[in-house]
């Protein structure tokens, strides 16, 4: 089993500039969030899909921040424009019951400049 | 609002058990107890989870006590790639999200 691919590892970008993340989840896992993970702190919410449908997007930051997961597999998450406080992991993750653990992704290290 | 209390940062000696406590005074009966780690570099890992008894699995095990305020997890046999930030969650079974506070960091030393 692959687990969960994000890419890029990492990517520098300077503000005002636009970005993408993207995931593959575990295959057979319907559900699929992204998390913000600030240096020193726990991974924050921002959105968790259902299927194609995104059934939790109250923490997105929705003026810069927008999210797509075609057919319900892969997923897309992008920034435009970029901010200076935008600089996080970008974490990705799936699982196929809520009872059960998560599996996330190594993430995407932004840095904005 | 932080449903757990863990602290900062704990040592380890390497081949040693490592306990490490949680605080959970608030937790409601449907919630469960969930433990994950954050080794340095790579998203967060599932530990464990449990709602009132003892779990065991490969990785370790959760002693919940009886009024479930609080839980351990026990590392039995700590090796130097268990160092990591250790999390401590408390969630309803069908609630999906994972609210991460600040952890503990445990450093296994050899």
């Known amino acids: 089993e692959a687990g969960v691919v994000q890419s890029p590892r990492y990517k520098i970008i300077e503000k005002k500039q636009p970005v993408a993340f993207w995931c593959n989840p575990i295959s057979g896992h319907n559900t699929l969030y992204w998390y913000r993970q600030n240096l020193g702190q726990g991974p924050e919410l921002l959105i968790r899909y259902e299927n194609e449908e995104a059934v939790d997007d109250s923490q997105l930051p929705k003026d810069r921040f927008s999210a797509e997961r075609l057919k319900g597999v892969d997923s897309t998450l992008k920034i435009q424009p970029a901010e200076l406080g935008d600089s996080a992991v970008y974490l990705c993750?799936?699982?196929?019951?809520?009872?059960?653990?998560?599996?996330f992704g190594s993430g995407t290290r932004l840095t904005v400049v | 609002d932080a449903k757990t209390t863990q602290p900062p940062s704990m040592d380890c000696a390497e081949g040693r058990a490592a306990n490490l406590p949680c605080n959970h005074s608030?937790?409601?009966?449907?919630?469960?107890v969930y433990w994950y780690r954050q080794i340095h570099s790579q998203g967060p890992q599932y530990i464990i989870h449990?709602?009132?008894n003892n779990e065991t699995n490969e990785m370790a095990s959760l002693i919940i006590t009886e009024d479930r305020k609080s839980s351990t997890l026990i590392l039995p046999h700590a090796t130097l790639r268990d160092t990591a930030v250790y999390y401590c969650?408390?969630?309803?079974?069908?609630?999906?999200?994972?609210?991460f506070g600040a952890g503990t960091t445990v450093t296994v030393r050899a």
């Open positions: 449990g709602l009132k």
């Open positions: 608030t937790i409601s009966g449907n919630e469960y």
């Open positions: 969650i408390v969630r309803v079974a069908n609630d999906y999200k994972l609210s």
């Open positions: 993750a799936s699982s196929l019951d809520p009872q059960g653990g998560y599996t």
